[in-house]
């Protein structure tokens, strides 16, 4: 729930709200699990670092739930605060419903209470560690994303045929 966490402490530091004004909950979640090899962990070349494995262990989808109490700003600024934040830091949201958001208005103390309710999803990637909290194919694992390592050479690999029959 690092998406989650990070957009709250955003918006506590935005508007300054007391962390006590603030609740927030991971919702209707969800777990896919997956297993996909993610490939090695190449060290720093010139280090003695062991090449470690990296691996995708699944993807977790769940609605982000925000409630704000006695939010003294106007609703409409909160939730341009939000969106700004998501296309921000959540670029990858193909497929994910769209934040939905209550505001109670306390016309007697000018304030309002607000519900949002942001889908998100986060991918559980995990490198080897033999002090990883998680045990995975006979392995120790920590949670960490992965770290993709370019191909800069490629070595003993021949030109593929075309249907036309002409090396590509």
Do not use: C
Request: proline share 8%; hydrophobic share 40%.
């Amino acid at each position: 729930m690092r998406k989650l966490s990070a957009l709250v402490q955003h918006i506590l530091e935005v508007t300054g709200l007391p962390p006590e004004q603030l609740t927030a909950f991971a919702d209707n979640g969800a777990l896919h699990p997956i297993g996909r090899d993610r490939g090695p962990l190449r060290p720093e070349p010139g280090t003695n670092a062991p090449i470690l494995q990296q691996v995708e262990l699944g993807l977790f989808k769940y609605d982000g739930v925000i409630q704000i109490e006695r939010y003294p700003g106007d609703g409409l600024a909160f939730a341009a605060l939000v969106a700004s934040w998501l296309m921000a830091n959540d670029l990858d949201r193909d497929g994910l419903a769209d934040p939905t958001m209550n505001i109670d208005l306390n016309f007697k103390d000018g304030d309002a209470d607000l519900d949002i309710s942001v889908e998100f999803e986060e991918r559980l990637a995990a490198i080897e560690d033999p002090q990883g909290d998680i045990p995975f194919n006979g392995k120790r694992w920590r949670v960490e994303a992965p770290v993709i390592t370019p191909v800069e050479k490629l070595a003993g690999m021949k030109g593929a045929v075309s249907a036309g029959g002409s090396r590509g």
